[in-house]
């Protein structure tokens, strides 16, 4: 389900208005719920693999937290817990460019490999929800944060919605407290919310497709244009990329404000920044 579709809009105002209806013991569990419909609209045979990350991670916390006074024994399960991390997100994401390179390097040099590229569906918001579960374990293992014990409620954490495929990637100190804490309905959070969704929405819809269109004409017939072009393709696409990913966290944090939940700021000016770091 995407942000800038009719039926995210229909989606979005139901739990808005499921969420002030219902009693706050019931929040979460709406919440969840409609973290996983959200997930499942767009594959639903992948939520499976959305909840395997989360069981893992959500074990391994409370593994390292029992034993952490045990140096090396935590260390080792933080380990695994990031190679699970990692690991989905290089064989699902990078596994066929991976496969790609190595199939064109060895037939550069005349050597056939046993091995063909792999058909694999990119889950969507695997990087986000990886690094957000791996950020997690390694507070926990640092010592810098108690592990839920509740794995329905780190669940909602790692999946909830309005951050779950295009950030920001939160941390558990932020954001744990914030789901589970009794929000009441404020006007003020509401209409700061909508604005940042509709300033999000003009990032996305008016700025960045209308650019992707000029973007993708110039660099998929490159011998139909010059170089003039081609520097104004490239300086249209950053603008089309910050406005893309910009636009989707705006709405996504204009989301969670209407809920009372406060995420983090996002591409705060990428472009002025005076390191790469």
């Keep these: ?22 009693p706050h013991r019931l929040r979460w569990i709406m919440l969840l719920a409609a973290s996983i419909i959200f997930y499942m609209a767009w594959e639903p045979a992948l939520i499976i693999l959305i909840l395997f990350s989360s069981f893992v991670n959500y074990g391994c916390s409370r593994l390292i937290y029992k034993n952490r006074e045990n140096k090396k024994v935590k260390k080792g399960i933080l380990i695994l817990s990031l190679v699970v991390n990692f690991g989905l997100l290089t064989v699902f994401k990078y596994l066929m460019f991976l496969c790609r390179l190595a199939l064109e390097v060895f037939g550069f040099f005349g050597v056939a490999l046993p091995i ?11 990087s986000f929800y990886s690094f957000q579960s791996a950020a997690y374990t390694i507070d926990v293992y640092r010592g810098q944060l108690k ?15 309005p951050q779950l495929v295009a950030g920001p990637i939160e941390r558990a100190g932020n954001l744990l407290k ?3 804490s009794r929000h009441s309905f404020e006007a003020d959070n509401i209409v700061l919310g909508l604005k ?18 000029a973007v993708d004409t110039i660099f998929n017939s490159p011998a139909d244009f010059g170089g003039i072009s081609f520097i104004a393709g ?27 939940i406060n995420l983090m700021t996002n591409f705060d000016r990428p472009y002025f920044s005076r390191s790469i770091k």
């Design 116 to 126: 063909r590229e792999p058909d694999i569906i990119l889950p969507m918001g695997i």
């Design 1 to 22: 389900m995407l942000f800038n579709s009719a039926d995210y809009i229909v989606f979005f105002i139901t739990v808005l208005v499921l969420y002030y209806v219902l």
């Design 178 to 180: 914030q789901l589970f």
């Design 234 to 260: 490239a300086l249209m696409f950053t603008v089309q990329i910050f406005c893309d990913f910009s636009g989707y966290s705006d709405i996504a944090i204009g989301t969670a404000k209407t809920l009372g």
């Design 147 to 161: 592990p839920v014990k509740n794995y329905l409620k780190f669940t909602l954490f790692i999946t909830f919605f």
């Design 196 to 213: 940042f969704m509709a300033v999000g929405y003009f990032k996305k819809v008016v700025i960045a497709d209308r650019l992707s269109v």
